[in-house]
Every structure is written in structure tokens, then in C-alpha cells.
């Protein structure tokens, strides 16, 4: 399938160079490139999902109240979320 995608001058011609480098095209260069980035999450933001979970689960283990806390305000929720 066809399609047009505007890339930044700078970084078109980055990719010209390194296609050429690796005696490839630049077609097969932005395939392999995006092939690479669907096969997995980036490792970053998996890191940073576990570790928010495990801040979360450690919060709610040290409370021992089960009783609703009632409508926040705005200033509230954010206090809150600084907490993670």
C-alpha cells in the first residue's frame, strides 16, 4: 500500500545517509525501523507502568480504611496523584 508521510528535512536526510550506509533503501530502512517498534512495547514505558502498579499496590496496602472517602475537589485529586 501507498502512502505519504512528511518527515523533518534534518531527519530524511539522516535516514538517506544511513539507508545508503547499510546499502538498503530507504523504503526497507523505514519497514525494518517499523517492524522493530510494533514487535514489542518500548522497555521505558513498561518500566514505568510496573512501577507505578507497585507504588499503587503499596499505597492501598498500608491503608487500613475501607470506608468511601466521599467527592474530592480539584485541589484534592491533585495532591493525591502527587502521592504517585
Known sequence: MK????FP????????????QRKTTLRELVISG???SLEAPPRQEEFQRHEHAARLIAALSKGRNTQPIGPLNRDELHDR???F
Do not use: F, G, P, Y
Open 34 to 36: 517499523l517492524a522493530h
Open 3 to 6: 502512502t505519504t508521510i512528511d
Open 9 to 20: 528535512d534534518e531527519i530524511l536526510h539522516r535516514a538517506k545517509v544511513v539507508a545508503a
Open 81 to 83: 496523584q502527587q502521592l
